[in-house]
C-alpha cells in the first residue's frame, strides 16, 4: 500500500512513568507504537531527551508515510504557548516550554502540547464515545479524578488552561485532607488511594469479605481492581463501597453539568471499568443532583478508548 500520502501525525502520552509514542492516521488508526521510561526524577532535559528518542523511533516506523505533525499529553497545567508547569511527580519541573523546546528538535513539523485528561477527552470526542456529543464533561477516574470539558467538538481551557479540575470539586467542606491542599474534594474520597484507605477502615469490621482473601489479608495491598473483582463475585460490602463512590462522584459532575449546562458525561479511567452498577450509580446520582430542566436527558456513558486515549488525544491535537 501506498502511504506517502496518507496524512499521517505522531502521537505522545507523557506519563510519570512511561512516554508512549505512536504513528496515528486520520482515521484513528494507530499504525504503530512504542514505550520509553520517562526517567521522571532526572529532570526535564533528560525526560524531553526520552521524547525526542520516542517520537524519532516512530517516524522511523511511519513506513514511508508524510507526518504532518507531533501532539504530546501532558500531566500538569499547560498553557496557550505549551508550558508544562508542575506535572505532578516530575522533579525539578516547574515550568518548562515544552513545545518550544521540541520545535527546536523537529523544526520541520506543527508541535502541540495539551494536558493530559484534555487530551484523552479529545480522543473520545474525535474517535470515541462523544462522536455524536458536540458538547459533554469527561471525566478520568483511577489514580485521581481528572477530567475536560469539550463545547462544540472542542476542549475548553479555560484563560490559562487549567479548566476541568473535576477531581478537586469540593462536596463536603468539612471532609477529608486532599493532596492538593484543599477538602472535602471528590478525589479525596473516591481517588484510588483515598479509595482504598476507607475500604481498609470498612474491612475491619468485615473480616470474611473476599477483599481481604484477594490480597491475602494484607490490608496494604487493598486496591480498586480488587474492589472491583470482589463485587462481581457477589460480595455485598466491595459492591456498596463501588456504589458509594458512583454516587459520590455523582454529586460532583452534577455540580459542573449545572454550571455549564452539559447533559452528557463520559467517564473513563481504571476504576470506571468496575461494571455497569457503578456507571448506574454515577448516573442516577448525576440526575438527582442536577437542576430538574437538565434531568431528563442525563446521559453517563463509558469511554472506549481504555488506554489508547491519550495517544489518540495527543495525536488529535495536531490533526
Known amino acids: 500500500m501506498n502511504t506517502a500520502n496518507l496524512k499521517t501525525v505522531i502521537g505522545v502520552d507523557m506519563g510519570g512513568t512511561t ?8 482515521d484513528g488508526t494507530i499504525r504503530y507504537n512504542n514505550k520509553y521510561p520517562t526517567c521522571a526524577g532526572e529532570g526535564p532535559a533528560k525526560v524531553i531527551q526520552q521524547i525526542r528518542a520516542a517520537v524519532q523511533d516512530a517516524i522511523h516506523h511511519a513506513d ?6 507531533i501532539g504530546i499529553g501532558s500531566p500538569g497545567v499547560v498553557d496557550d504557548d505549551g508550558v508544562v508547569k508542575a506535572p505532578p511527580n516530575f522533579v525539578d519541573w516547574d515550568e518548562v516550554p515544552l513545545r518550544s523546546e521540541l520545535a527546536k528538535l523537529f523544526p520541520a513539523f506543527t508541535i502541540a502540547v495539551e494536558n493530559d485528561a484534555n487530551a484523552a477527552a479529545i480522543a473520545e470526542s474525535k474517535f470515541g464515545a462523544g462522536i455524536q456529543y458536540p458538547n459533554f464533561l469527561f471525566v478520568i477516574w483511577g489514580t485521581g479524578v481528572g477530567g475536560g470539558i469539550i463545547l462544540n467538538h472542542k476542549i475548553f481551557r479555560g484563560p490559562t488552561g487549567g479548566a476541568g479540575e ?10 477529608p485532607q486532599c493532596n492538593c491542599g484543599n477538602v472535602g474534594c471528590v478525589e ?3 481517588g484510588q488511594r483515598y479509595l482504598s484507605q476507607r475500604t481498609a477502615q470498612r474491612l475491619r469490621a468485615h473480616p470474611d469479605s473476599k477483599i481481604l482473601q484477594l490480597v491475602g489479608g494484607d490490608f496494604s495491598k487493598i486496591e480498586p481492581v480488587y474492589i472491583s473483582q470482589a463485587a462481581h463475585e457477589g460480595d455485598k460490602l466491595a459492591r456498596e463501597i463501588l456504589i458509594e ?13 449545572n454550571i455549564m449546562d452539559l447533559r452528557v458525561s463520559i467517564i473513563g479511567g481504571g476504576i470506571s471499568a468496575a461494571g455497569d452498577f457503578v456507571m448506574s450509580a454515577v448516573q442516577d446520582s448525576v440526575v438527582q443532583h442536577v437542576l430538574k430542566p437538565l434531568r431528563k436527558d442525563i446521559r453517563v456513558l463509558p469511554a472506549q478508548l481504555g488506554n489508547e486515549a491519550g495517544l489518540l488525544g495527543a495525536a488529535g491535537l495536531v490533526m
Open 19 to 26: 512516554i508512549k509514542a505512536g504513528v496515528v492516521s486520520a
Open 64 to 69: 514511508g508515510a508524510r507526518v504532518t505533525g
Open 166 to 175: 473535576i477531581g478537586h470539586v469540593s462536596i463536603d467542606y468539612e471532609g
Open 188 to 190: 479525596a474520597f473516591v
Open 245 to 257: 463512590a458512583g454516587q459520590l462522584l455523582g454529586v460532583a459532575l452534577a455540580g459542573v453539568m
